[in-house]
Every structure is written in C-alpha cells, then in structure tokens.
Nanobody, 123 residues
Framework: QVQVVESGGGLVQAGGSLRLSCEASGSLLLGYSVSWHRQVPGKKREVVATMTATRATTYSDSVSGRFTISRDDAKNTLYLQMTKLKAEDTAVYYC?????????????????WGQGTQVTVSS
C-alpha cells in the first residue's frame, strides 16, 4: 500500500512556472505507474500527465510541450514541472499511483491518490 502527498502548489502569474512534488510512503514507487490529474469545481477530474513504471510518458493535449512529468525512485518522489502557465491551468492537482507498467491514463485505473494541491494562475 502506498500513500502519496502533493506539495508545491500556489499562486503564479500567467507565463510563470511551478513545480509540484508528490512524495510517496508506505511502499516504493518502483513498479508503479504514476500520473498527475487536475480538477476544477463542477468538472470531471482529467489526466494531465502519466509515466509508467518503465518511464514511458504521455501528456494531455492541453499541457503537451509545457508540462513535464518526472520521477526520482531513489527519493520515492514524483514531480510535475509546469511552465508557460495559463489561467485555464488553474485547478486542484492530484498525483496518483497504480501498480503495473501498462500505460493507463483514466483516473478510474488509479488506486492511490493524494489530497491535492491548489494551483492558481492569475491572468
């Protein structure tokens, strides 16, 4: 069983950058696929970026070229580097993990979730 806790959210101006972190405990992330999702009130949770246990990555069209997902298995930590932020990136961002190496982006496939961290981009 793995627990994950996000940090690094905050208020940033449009065009700026933020790096989110997600620290895992209870189990090593090695062997888990991990992902970042976001949600705004009244809308479905959407995937932003996914990295499998074998380090294959995929991004949503809305963030491709601006966001980068990475992981440091030695630190048991997942990251999301966000650049060129836009007002529409404002959301609560969640990290998630699932056992296995298959590329799965839909939130329903993820068993372990953090509590979320708020990202607000002012225009």
């Amino acid at each position: 069983q793995v627990q994950v806790v996000e940090s690094g959210g905050g208020l940033v101006q449009a065009g700026g950058s933020l790096r989110l972190s997600c620290e895992a405990s209870g189990s090593l992330l090695l062997g888990y696929s991990v992902s970042w999702h976001r949600q705004v009130p009244g809308k479905k949770r959407e995937v932003v970026a996914t990295m499998t246990a074998t380090r294959a990555t995929t991004y949503s069209d809305s963030v491709s070229g601006r966001f980068t997902i990475s992981r440091d298995d030695a630190k048991n930590t997942l990251y999301l580097q966000m650049t060129k932020l836009k007002a529409e990136d404002t959301a609560v961002y969640y990290c998630a993990a699932r056992m296995g190496a298959t590329m799965m982006s839909d939130p329903v496939y993820y068993n372990y979730w953090g509590q979320g961290t708020q990202v607000t981009v002012s225009s």
